[in-house]
């Protein structure tokens, strides 16, 4: 079933329990903080008819297609793109990315045990209802170690089991970091860092809706609410998906939404020993090349506002950026090209490509957006605080004549820098800073996972092969003399 947008908004009024500070907020389609996000993702689920495929007579989104050739690879990255370029790239969970998780996890469900049925109707349930899920699968930071808490009496404030009974958990705990989760259908709880062997109570991997009785989400602080127009903030306005601590007091989840439980190992295995952190992270990667092609375009849009555009010092700076958005599409495309035939039966995106491209893109953005800046130089400075200068007749009439320029008049340069500062400087871009360096695991993570994809014994092997093909001298070889 491919649902409407109107038809997600409708779902979102749930009784779902959203907290901004001590503020609950009762509508999040309507609420000043979240509104323009909410029909953000509303517009993505009006657009996905045209990326949809065909199952047993049914027709579901493209991003739940389990891939048997590179034609069906082209197929997800062309619905993430089309999703991606909507948002220009800054909804980092956009319904495609955990609902790809859960298509490439289906696709080798063999690995989830006993849980292995559970995980394939929750896959045909998603797509099925057009669901959309995101994740919280890291522990609260600095909260990763339960005996300090047991030793001490105090409550554990990591998700784990607290009881077990005949139809189901109950959970209770935090989770960081939902991102998405106040737009969201359901949530994955899981563990994408590694558990302590003994951490079995934590290991806890299940599905919950958001507004599960027990459930609330703590959202961080919503850079919606404080743009004050679309003019001002016109990224902030629309494209904030939020951020929200996960707190479970005594959640039940019935066995059906269980996929891993008291298993340490196999909580993380899940991701990696099936496609869905391939999966998922493809997603991520064509959202960062979206991204990329506003930052190009901005780049040069600005150094033309400058009337730099054509000094070839930033002609080779904006040919840098080209080479840099060119750089990351190549990296997409090779993921295709280079496509394994894994799990049997089925196709993956190349996975060391994958990975690298993640690693660039978590090496590269700050670098990126701080090239982006230098270009900006105090343009934006120079503008009056807000818009509100056209209301009034005599500053209207100065404004638009000494802040034109030759290159574009008054009011334009300010649409320009207003738009280029929510991307490299307002509270959304700072965000956007954390989140790209931090959204697939700090850079150590990602790096582990380069690391644990790659062929050593091929690399050894140059290596050996090489110093084998040569020995120690038998006698000394005349030296070299001057
Ligand atoms: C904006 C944003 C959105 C996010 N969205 C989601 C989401 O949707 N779902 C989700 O589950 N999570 C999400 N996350 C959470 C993200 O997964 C975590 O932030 C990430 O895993 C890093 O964990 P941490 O923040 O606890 O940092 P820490 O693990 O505390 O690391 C902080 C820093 O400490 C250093 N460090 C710590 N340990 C080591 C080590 N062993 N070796 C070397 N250096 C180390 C590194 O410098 C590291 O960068 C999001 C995070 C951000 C910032």
Redesign the pocket.
Known sequence: MLKSGSEHLRQLRDGRTVYIGSEKVDDVTTHPAFRNAARSIAALYDMKEAHSFEEDGERYSDYFLRAKTREDLVKRRTVHEAIARMSHGLLG?SPDHVASFVTGMAMNPAVFGKFSENLIRYYEKMRHEDLYA?????PP??ARNPEFYEKQNLPVPTLRVVREDDDGVVVSGMK?????AVFANEIWIGN??PLAPNQLAESITCAVPVNAPGLTLWSRKPYERHAPSEFENPLAWRFDET?SMVMCENVKVPWENVFVHMDAVLARDIYIKTPGHCYGNHQSNVRFHAKMRLIVGLASRIAQASGAADIPAVREVLGRFAALEATLGGMIAGQIQDAEDWPAGWKTFNRRYMYAALNWCTESHSAIIDSLRELCGGGIFQMPADVTVMHDPKLREQFEAYWQTPQLPALERMKLYKLAWDLIGSEFAG?HL??EK??A?????VRNHNYREAPWDAFHKVVDDLMASYGVPEKPVGRLTR
Do not use: E, H
Request: proline share 0%; hydrophobic share 55%.
């Open positions: 969970r995101v994740y919280a699968v890291i930071q600095a960081m970091l939902a991102t998405g994408l860092i951020d965000r954390q989140y931090f959204y695991g700090a850079s150590f993570i």
